[in-house]
């Protein structure tokens, strides 16, 4: 069973940082995209950025590129979001996010809050 734990969540003020965690167990595949989602209060969720197991490359999402920045420890198994410049409009709720080569394809962790004040 797969298993995502996100951790790192909190209040910062805009222009702060903040950084994120999501350790994954429980699947053996090499190839795999793991990354983030965020919902924020009235909105659908959005991707936010994702990194692939084969090669490294990392896809952001426009309102976070250059400020964000996805990284993966293998020995850990872990991923982490650098969230850096935050905005007010970055406030939302991320989920990690595990995308496999085989069903069932989409798996979400319990997510983190994730709060900018202006």
């Known amino acids: 069973e797969v298993h995502l734990v996100e951790s790192g969540g909190g209040l910062v003020q805009a222009g702060g940082s903040l950084r994120l965690s999501c350790q994954f167990s429980?699947?053996?595949?090499?190839?795999?995209?793991i990354g983030w989602l965020r919902q924020a209060p009235g909105k659908e969720r959005e991707a936010v950025t994702c990194i692939r197991s084969i090669d490294g490359s990392t896809h952001d999402a426009k309102p976070v590129a250059g400020r964000f920045i996805i990284s993966r420890d293998n020995a850990k198994n872990t991923v982490l979001l650098q969230m850096n410049s935050l905005k007010p409009e970055d406030t939302a709720v991320y989920y990690c996010?595990?995308?496999?080569?085989?069903?069932?394809?989409?798996?979400w962790g319990q997510g983190t809050q994730v709060t900018v004040s202006s």
């Open positions: 996010w595990l995308n496999l080569s085989g069903p069932p394809y989409n798996h």
């Open positions: 429980g699947f053996s595949s090499d190839d795999y995209a």
